[in-house]
């Protein structure tokens, strides 16, 4: 599994979904971008939105959401069918464990029910349930707006060519 920080907690993902960890980069974001897509970054040629999965870890509640910084990584992964990114710290690492490891999570910390269970290691590492981070709406949604996306930056460069 990849391990990573975001808001100060430790989480995992199964480094089977995890296609790239990137270096942060300028983000496009068109105008009208909902609250829970930071933008899009430019992978291969396509448009991946970049996700704030600290939204979707809470429920959607307002947390904070820090700017960008130079040292953050971009993690580009598959989730639900499709590529998705969000903005991690930079302190990240593989980690190898056995699923007799994995611990039931306390009742009161679900993740929004995106997690299935946690490892004790210091810090603790949430594990992330891939297939629920996100609801087929929103994949929807991110799918209509990598669309909408793509064919403004089209326009665009018609525009200065």
Sequence with gaps: MLTFSIGGVSLGLDASHV????????????????????????????????????????GGAEPSSPAMKLSDRIIIARLGGTQVAWLAGAQMEPLSYRTRDVAELPEDHVLNNCAFGVLQHTPPVILLEPDKLLLASEIRRLAELRQRAASRMAMLEMETA
Excluded at 19 to 26: C, D, T
Excluded at 30 to 48: A, K, Q
């Design 19 to 58: 296609q790239e960890v990137i270096p942060s980069v300028r983000l496009v974001t068109p105008p009208e971008i909902p609250p829970l897509v930071r933008g899009f970054v430019t992978f291969h040629g396509g448009l991946i939105p970049v996700i704030r999965l600290e939204k979707l870890l809470d």
